[in-house]
């Protein structure tokens, strides 16, 4: 009779750190280095960044944090934590709830939106002038529009 083989002992650690069959498939949840999954939408933790960018430009994660979770908290009925905004853009929460998924996708959109009024205006007021000095300026009527499109943007 052949002599027992020692069996390794089986723990939930040893369980959870072997492979399941569905672990050479990729992964929807895990973004690729642009943030987005394989079904092409940005993942919370690129768009908070994305967010952040565009509140404050390259300042440290912690400045911008709580810049963050103010415009979190606009498109959101729920206090949405600092924890909870760091938690997000560190990519360390697990679960997104749906009101914060769409504060996420509202305040980005409105970051996004605001951004391109700023450099439509822009643009509209570098096509004046470069207009003025080729001699074809603007109506009374245009040179308002353009005016108050600066205006807007300023305010």
Known sequence: MPAPVAKRQETVANRLE???????????????????????????????????????????????????????RRFSSDDITLRRVRAIFNGEATRLWDDEAMAIRMALSHRRNAKARRDFARAAAEMEKKLAENGMPLSADQHRVVQALAAEVAA
């Open 18 to 72: 072997t492979l399941s069959s569905n672990d050479n498939l990729p992964n929807a949840s895990q973004g690729n280095a642009a943030g987005k999954t394989e079904y092409g939408v940005s993942s919370p933790q690129a768009m908070l960044r994305e967010l952040g960018e565009l509140i404050a430009g390259r300042q440290p994660a912690k400045v911008l944090y709580p810049l963050i979770a103010t415009d979190l």
